[in-house]
């Protein structure tokens, strides 16, 4: 099995999700679209794509943005799984429609979760234990139509959802490394 991980900036990694996925024998390749001439990709050669944060904006004007958003389209269409993380949950939700927008708050450091009761037997969030979870964002979003939300927190709404069966946008960080 491989998944494609797409990075916005060199410092933004799987952190610990990287080895629970080698650890299943999922490899692991990156694309790096943020840099000049990064080599193009072909996302069906791929099982899953998750697409990681960064601090730009989704409404910044960045051509590797709109291909990232169009890569989001292409995957939901192939029923491909994905996973979005911060930036990574606002593309999904813009590509799916949703509007992208300053949250009322910036949200940086340790907050809890309080999660739906859909969430309880989501196969993601089944079984999970996450009190405190990390958040770095300044941005929010609008749940994309049909999606559903499976957690939020005091300062933001939308912290974490899905869309159909196979796309998840989590705008916390539960990748973060010590």
């Not at 000049?36 to 910044?60: E, H, K, Q, T």
């Not at 999660?115 to 609008?142: I, K, N, P, Q």
Request: charged share 20%.
């Amino acid at each position: 099995m491989r998944v494609l991980v797409f990075r916005h900036v060199p410092f933004e990694g799987l952190g610990l999700i990287e080895p629970a996925l080698r650890v299943r024998h999922i490899e692991v390749d990156y694309a790096d679209l943020y840099q000049a001439g990064a080599p193009p990709r072909d996302i069906g050669a791929y099982d899953a794509l998750i697409f990681l944060g960064g601090p730009m904006s989704v409404n910044d004007d960045l051509p590797f943005l709109h291909r990232e958003m169009e890569f989001i389209r292409q995957a939901i269409a192939r029923r491909q799984p994905i996973l979005g993380i911060c930036l990574g949950a606002q593309l999904i939700a813009r590509a799916l429609g949703a509007t992208v927008r300053r949250n009322s708050a910036k949200e940086i450091g340790w907050y809890g979760l309080d999660f739906t009761e859909a969430a309880g037997g989501d196969r993601l969030f089944d079984g999970l234990s996450m009190e405190t979870v990390f958040h770095w964002h300044g941005e929010t979003f609008d749940l994309p139509p049909g999606a559903e939300l499976l957690a939020s927190s005091g300062l933001c709404r939308n912290q974490a959802f899905r869309a159909g069966e196979r796309v998840y946008g989590l705008q916390f960080h539960l990748e973060v490394t010590p």
